[in-house]
Nanobody
Framework: QVQLGESGGGLVQAGGSLRLSCAAS????????MGWFRQAPGKEREFVAA????????YYADSVKGRFTISRDNAKNTVYLQMNSLKPADTAVYYC???????????????????WGQGTQVTVSS
């Protein structure tokens, strides 16, 4: 089992940047593929980005491709989401999640992720 905690959210103007962090407990962090999801008010939770266990592979939603970068540091048990060129449409609560099943592949569906953080609010003003 792993416990996750996000940080780094906040209020930023359109065009600005934020870096989210997700710290994981336990010594098996490298056994999980990690993902970021987001949920805006009145909308369903949606996939944002994910990275495989080693950090050698990543996948992004079309809406963030070229603007967001996911990375991980297995020595620090942390996954990051660097968000650049932020838009008001990026406003949401951002969640990190851990997938214990995928080895080389990257899951985009939330059902593959067994463990979730509490979320961090990102608000982008126009």
């Amino acid at each position: 089992q792993v416990q996750l905690g996000e940080s780094g959210g906040g209020l930023v103007q359109a065009g600005g940047s934020l870096r989210l962090s997700c710290a994981a407990s336990g010594r098996t962090f490298s056994s999980y593929s990690m993902g970021w999801f987001r949920q805006a008010p009145g909308k369903e939770r949606e996939f944002v980005a994910a990275i495989n266990r080693s950090g050698g592979g990543a996948y992004y939603a079309d809406s963030v491709k070229g603007r967001f970068t996911i990375s991980r540091d297995n020595a620090k048990n942390t996954v990051y989401l660097q968000m650049n060129s932020l838009k008001p449409a990026d406003t949401a609560v951002y969640y990190c999640a851990a997938d214990p099943r995928s080895i080389q592949t990257i899951a985009t569906m939330s059902g593959w992720y067994d463990y979730w953080g509490q979320g961090t609010q990102v608000t982008v003003s126009s």
